[in-house]
C-alpha cells in the first residue's frame, strides 16, 4: 500500500503563490505517473495536472501558464507550485498516484490518493 502526503497548503490572498509538496512512503515515481487533484465540497473533484514517467505533463485549461507540476529527481517528493492564484482556485488539493507510464487527469486512473492540503485564496 502506498502512502501519499501532501504538505504546502495555506491561505494567501489573490496573486499570490503556494507550493504543495507530495510525499510517498516509498520511492515510486520511477514506475508511477502522478496528479494533483482539486475538489470543492458539493462539487467533483478535478483534475489539476498530471506527471507521466517520462516527465510529460499535462495541464487543465483553467491553471495552464499560472501552476507547474514536478518532481525531485530521486523522485522522492513531487510539488505543484501555484502562481497567480485566484479565489476559484480555493479547494482542498490531493495527490494521486498509478503504477502506469502514463495518467491523465480523470481521477478514475488512480488508486492511491493522499488525504489533502486545503488551499484558500481571498480576493
Known amino acids: 500500500q502506498v502512502h501519499l502526503v501532501e504538505s504546502g497548503g495555506g491561505s494567501v490572498q489573490a496573486g499570490g503563490s503556494l507550493r504543495l509538496s507530495c510525499a510517498a512512503s516509498?520511492?515510486?515515481?520511477?514506475?508511477?505517473?502522478m496528479g494533483w487533484f482539486r475538489q470543492i465540497p458539493g462539487k467533483e473533484r478535478e483534475g489539476v495536472a498530471s506527471?507521466?514517467?517520462?516527465?510529460?505533463?499535462t495541464y487543465a485549461d483553467s491553471v495552464k501558464g499560472r501552476f507547474t507540476i514536478s518532481q525531485e529527481p530521486d523522485g522522492s517528493t513531487l510539488y505543484l507550485q501555484m502562481n497567480s492564484l485566484q479565489p476559484e482556485d480555493t479547494a482542498m488539493y490531493y495527490c494521486?498516484?498509478?503504477?502506469?507510464?502514463?495518467?491523465?487527469?480523470?481521477?478514475?486512473?488512480?488508486?492511491?490518493w493522499g488525504q489533502g492540503t486545503q488551499v484558500t485564496v481571498s480576493s
Open positions: 494521486a498516484g498509478a503504477r502506469f507510464y502514463r495518467c491523465g487527469l480523470s481521477d478514475g486512473q488512480y488508486p492511491y
Open positions: 506527471i507521466d514517467v517520462d516527465g510529460s505533463t
Open positions: 516509498e520511492a515510486i515515481y520511477g514506475d508511477y505517473c
